[in-house]
């Protein structure tokens, strides 16, 4: 699944609103929730391989550069 910037703004925004109506905030349940949602934001990245990369015919160490994109 490509990564998707409306969901996590969205969650970002849901954080944000929940917090302002607490009478007592938490600096840290903020940051554990906040990096939760980029986390989760991240692993949503696809990675697609498009050339660039071998290796000997024998095996041995992966060479070149590679050509793709993240999605």
Same mark, same amino acid.
């Given at each position: +699944?490509?990564? !998707?910037? =409306?969901?996590? @703004?969205?969650? *970002?925004?849901? *954080? +944000? !609103? #929940? +917090?302002?109506?607490? =009478?007592?905030?938490?600096? $840290? =349940?903020?940051? $554990?929730?906040?990096?939760?949602? *980029? $986390? !989760? %934001? &991240?692993? =949503?990245? @696809?990675? #697609? %391989?498009?050339?660039?990369?071998?290796?000997?015919?024998?095996?041995?160490?992966?060479?070149? &550069?590679?050509?793709? !994109?993240?999605?």
């Amino acid at each position: +699944m490509p990564l !998707n910037k =409306e969901t996590l @703004k969205a969650s *970002i925004v849901a *954080i +944000m !609103n #929940d +917090m302002l109506t607490r =009478e007592e905030t938490s600096i $840290d =349940e903020f940051a $554990d929730r906040l990096s939760t949602a *980029i $986390d !989760n %934001y &991240v692993k =949503e990245a @696809k990675i #697609d %391989y498009v050339s660039g990369l071998a290796t000997a015919t024998g095996g041995g160490p992966v060479t070149g &550069v590679f050509n793709g !994109n993240l999605s």
